[in-house]
């Protein structure tokens, strides 16, 4: 089968569509995500900064934005979209839904990478004399930082799928050419063209992440 | 043997409490505890597992927030601190724990800055502090490595540097010993004694291990149950032990496990009697049982021996079978009592414990 240059030319810019919108939408998931993981852990029972009611709320909304499924997130959020970048149709639009639905998730990773912290050095940071800010800042994060990239990648990789789903309405990207030239119009080329690129995209994230999360895990 | 240097009162428990709520109930783990560490002293905690031992040191510096009771370090009492002056209160305590919990991911200057750091110290007072405090625990080549690539006792060096980082007046050392092998627990043990001999530090440690306490401890309280079942000078409760718990303690640690060896009766007339003679400090370096021998007409079978030290003090223990007439043993027993040996009649059933 000989892959028309119109072919690469379309499944190129599509390829780069998908790599800002996962981009994006990962960097400002894991800025929302960090903060509310973080607190997840210290607020828990006997932590840090504990308070049972606020770790009972945070986890609640947490829990809540997870079990809504994305398709839907993403339509019911439109108002919210068009306030926020003025449309709801485009690369641009959809980033906005994709991190929205990533940050609970994001939030849900941190907080089983912190829980992994050695509780005994956190207890030694304390016994210094440590602020909450410090423990936080010196030990919580430092310590968790291989367990922290490789969530990331995690998110990264999701968002890779749900960025496909938000191609389906407008969004751009490989998931979009996949659906609209693919299958609605039977083109089985582009169809193989993307998903390998897919795979060769997924692949290439889960790589690096494992690898620098490696090169900093000093276990 | 209280330390000469042992001066005002650096810790002092008073009616100490804590409480847990378990899914099984509540647990009592401190029942009342009374305590003082003077200035300068190595002053030990022992007890078996569970005994509260852990949760007695942890209120020292408020890692337990005490139920009732008083907690005072230097006169303060930290029951009732909150906040910034609670955080500046532990920066002049440090603590040693038994798993050494240093930071993976920095390397041993790291750990040791991290003290500083947090006490705000500026960034080129924190470079000579760490450089002064590795060389003084021996390990100063070894700044850039990372924990994981540390022995034990290397790990539980860099923890004792870390802990000394902010020059506090108390170290607290919950079984600083417990996951290392005998001949590092020795050079651990010796670190610590430095610390008090060199640098004038007040140190609460807690252990399970009688040879612990007898290598560097002024002074012990037997713990159980939660509750003081004992205290004094190192070298009379090892010698002289009140409690049930000293005592099982004792007999895990001390020189009393072996069988004694066959023994023939004695001749007519005449009568054996076992003792213990336990030596400390300068009758440990005198011929004593030779000069009874000559002075009195009894015999002496030596069955068993230890000479030990108590911190820095030899400290000796033989298991004697005196054979005489009995006026004459109790003549020799008197003057074994006048030179300072402290005698323990040995009876048979003893053997049991
Ligand atoms: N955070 C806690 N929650 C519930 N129970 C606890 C807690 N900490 C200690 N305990 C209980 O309190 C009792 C005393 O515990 P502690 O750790 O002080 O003992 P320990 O003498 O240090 O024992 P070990 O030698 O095993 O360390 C134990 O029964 C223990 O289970
Ligand atoms: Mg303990």
Redesign the pocket.
């Known amino acids: 089968m000989i892959i028309s240059p119109v072919v690469l030319k379309l499944t190129w810019e599509a390829l780069q569509e998908t790599l800002l919108m996962v981009g994006v939408a990962t960097v400002l998931a894991e800025l929302g995500g960090l903060p509310l993981g973080v607190l997840l852990v210290t607020t828990a029972p ?1 932590r840090i900064l504990a308070s049972p009611r606020l770790h009972h709320v945070l986890g609640l909304i947490v829990n809540v934005g997870r079990s809504i499924p994305f398709i839907i997130l993403m339509v019911a959020i439109i108002p919210f979209t068009r306030w926020l970048v003025g449309t709801s149709i485009g690369t641009t639009a959809a980033m906005v839904p994709l991190t929205v639905a990533a940050i609970p998730y994001v939030a849900r990773l941190v907080e089983s990478s912190l829980n992994e912290v050695d509780p005994g050095v956190v207890e030694a940071a304390v016994a210094m004399g440590a602020t909450p800010w410090q423990v936080i800042w010196k030990v919580y994060l430092p310590e968790a930082v291989p367990s922290l990239i490789l969530g990331g990648t995690i998110t990264a990789i999701t968002l890779v799928g749900y960025s496909a789903m938000a191609g389906a309405v407008g969004g751009g990207g490989l998931g979009d050419l996949a659906i609209r030239y693919g299958y609605q119009r039977f083109r089985t080329d582009v169809m193989l063209v993307t998903v390998a690129v897919l795979v060769v995209l997924v692949q290439g994230i889960q790589y690096l992440g494992s690898y620098w999360a490696r090169r900093l895990d000093r276990r | 043997m209280a330390a000469p240097r042992a001066g005002r009162v650096v810790v002092r428990l008073q009616g100490v409490h804590k409480g ?3 899914e099984n109930g509540r ?1 009592e ?1 401190l029942r009342g505890i009374d305590l003082e560490v003077r200035a300068g002293e190595i002053y030990g905690v022992i ?10 040191v ?1 209120c020292v510096n408020r890692l ?1 927030r005490p139920d009732a009771g008083r907690v005072e370090v230097d006169g303060v009492d930290l029951t009732s601190l909150e906040g910034a002056e609670l955080r500046r209160m532990r920066q002049r305590i440090g603590m040693v724990f ?1 798993h050494f919990n240093l930071l993976r991911s920095r390397t041993v200057a790291g750990n040791v800055a991290l003290p500083l750091e947090i006490a705000g110290r500026p960034r080129a007072e924190i470079r000579q502090r760490v450089q002064e405090l590795l060389e003084w625990v021996g390990l100063a080549d070894r700044w850039a490595s990372y924990p994981s690539e540390l022995s034990g006792g290397q790990k539980q060096r860099v923890g004792i540097a870390r802990a000394l980082a902010n020059r506090p007046r108390l170290l607290l050392c ?2 600083p010993t417990s996951a290392l092998d005998p001949e590092t627990t020795a050079s651990v043990l010796d670190l610590l004694k430095r610390v008090r001999d060199e640098m004038g530090v007040t140190i609460l440690i ?1 252990t ?1 291990q009688m040879s612990v306490v007898r290598a560097i401890c002024d002074r012990v309280a037997v ?1 159980e149950a ?1 509750r003081v079942v004992e205290e004094g000078p190192t070298s009379e409760v090892l010698v002289r032990p009140q409690s049930e718990a000293a005592r099982r303690l004792l007999g895990r640690s001390g020189p009393r496990r072996q069988p004694l060896p066959d023994r023939t009766p004695p001749p007519p007339g005449q009568e054996a009697r076992l003792v213990e003679l336990h030596f400390v400090g300068e009758t440990a370096k005198e011929p004593v049982i030779t000069h009874l021998v000559r002075r009195f007409p009894v015999m002496a079978n030596i069955l068993s021996g230890q000479i030990d030290r108590l911190g820095g003090t030899p400290f000796g223990v033989l298991l004697v079978e005196l054979t005489g007439k009995p006026g004459d043993l109790e003549r020799a027993l008197t003057y074994l009592r006048e030179v300072g040996v402290i005698i323990q009649e040995w009876h048979e059933e003893v053997e049991e414990r």
């Open positions: 006997g | 847990f709520e378990t647990i783990a007890g078996v597992s569970g005994a509260g031992k852990s949760t007695l942890r337990e038994q919950d079984e807690i399970h713990v939660g």
